[in-house]
Nanobody, 121 residues
Framework: QVHIVESGGGLVQPGGSLRLSCAAS????????MDWYRQSPGKQRVLVAT???????INLESVKGRFTISGDNSKNTMYLQMNDLKSEDTAVYFC???????????????WGQGTQVTVSA
């Protein structure tokens, strides 16, 4: 079981920056991917960015050039640097990890509780 904790959300003015953090802990064989999702009021949860031990990807077109994903594989931590924030970035941001409990096991996924990001003047 992997336990996920996010932090770093808050209220920021348009054009401002925030850095979200995600830490994964627990008992597992390996974490294959860690992802940031976000969910705005009344909308579906969408994938924002993904990181593996070898690569990172910003998946959401509207945040490319403004958001950067990074991580420390040895510490099972991940970050989302968000710059030039816009009102449409307002959402609850969730961290998620896909992991295996032993070599060759099925993949499992854990989610954090989410952290609120509000962009408003």
């Amino acid at each position: 079981q992997v336990h996920i904790v996010e932090s770093g959300g808050g209220l920021v003015q348009p054009g401002g920056s925030l850095r979200l953090s995600c830490a994964a802990s627990g008992t597992f064989f390996r974490i294959s991917t860690m992802d940031w999702y976000r969910q705005s009021p009344g909308k579906q949860r969408v994938l924002v960015a993904t990181i593996t031990a070898f690569d990172s990807t910003i998946n959401l077109e509207s945040v490319k050039g403004r958001f950067t994903i990074s991580g420390d594989n040895s510490k099972n931590t991940m970050y989302l640097q968000m710059n030039d924030l816009k009102s449409e970035d307002t959402a609850v941001y969730f961290c998620s990890a896909q992991y295996q409990t032993y070599m060759g096991s099925p993949n499992f996924r854990s989610w954090g509780q989410g952290t609120q990001v509000t962009v408003s003047a």
